[in-house]
């Protein structure tokens, strides 16, 4: 009987100059560039982490302006999603209230769309 070797699957080997912070250029929108109070808190840069490349990289934000004095009293944060999880993110994303969403940083081939469920066909519509 011949026995086989087992062999441990290697990892591949990165060497750190190999893999470097990637800085993100932002441009505000024309109701952003146009409304300061709007961009209070947007960024305009973004550095993304090396080791973060592989993921969605998010700035989300529930606008919420005081109705007596219409000032923004909501900021908005950077949420980091794995692939699975911003797709599961982006079908939920306008339920969920949140009424800005600005992607920083995707992989390629990213399904980037927010999903509206209000324009959502169903699927009684389709099979009309």
Not at 23 to 30: A, F, G, P, R, S
């Amino acid at each position: 009987m011949a026995k086989a070797k087992l062999q441990a699957k290697k990892e591949p080997e990165f060497q750190e100059e190999e893999l470097q912070d990637l800085t993100v250029k932002i441009e505000l929108t024309e109701s952003e560039k146009d409304n300061k109070e709007l961009a209070k808190g947007r960024r305009t840069e973004y550095v993304v982490p090396k080791l973060e490349l592989e993921h969605v990289h998010v700035e989300l934000e529930k606008v919420n302006i005081d109705s007596a004095t219409f000032k923004k009293e909501s900021t908005p944060y950077v949420q980091i999603f794995d692939p699975r999880s911003w797709n599961q993110f982006r079908n939920q994303a306008l339920k969920l209230g949140f009424n800005h969403v600005r992607v920083l940083h995707a992989p390629a081939k990213t399904n980037l769309e927010i999903i509206d469920p209000t324009k959502a066909e169903t699927k009684e519509a389709k099979t009309k």
